[in-house]
């Protein structure tokens, strides 16, 4: 059974920093692509970050490009996202997904990702 368990999400003041993680199992996780995503209250889901198998390439939502960091550890299973300097429009819901896809380039689009995790909720106060 695939299973993706995210957490670390609370509620924080803005200028805080977070990490939040992704652990997981039920598949192979070192063949697949880390990406995370967000949705906000009355907004589409959108694009953050994603990591590639080996963690070596990432690629970042020019919203969050120098604050948030995406990497993993394919030895415990489990993608992180280190988020610093919040601002109030980073609150949202965040979901981890994994996509077995080969195309790098198509990592920002959220339906090449085959499994999704249940999201953990990041407030940002001002």
């Known amino acids: 059974q695939v299973q993706l368990v995210e957490s670390g999400g609370r509620l924080v003041q803005a200028g805080d920093s977070l990490r939040l993680s992704c652990e997981t199992s039920g598949f192979s996780f070192r063949r697949h692509v880390m990406g995370w995503f967000r949705q906000a209250p009355g907004k589409e889901r959108e694009f953050v970050a994603a990591?590639?198998?080996?963690?070596?390439?990432?690629h970042y939502a020019d919203s969050v490009k120098d604050r948030f960091t995406c990497f993993r550890d394919n030895a415990k299973n489990t993608a992180y996202l280190q988020m610093n300097g919040l601002k109030p429009e980073d609150t949202a819901v965040y979901f981890c997904?994994?996509?077995?896809?080969?195309?790098?380039?198509?990592?920002?689009?959220?339906?090449?990702?085959?499994?999704w995790g249940q999201g953990t909720q990041v407030s940002v106060s001002s």
């Open positions: 997904a994994a996509s077995y896809e080969s195309n790098w380039a198509a990592m920002m689009i959220s339906r090449v990702y085959a499994y």
């Open positions: 990591v590639d198998w080996a963690g070596g390439q990432t």
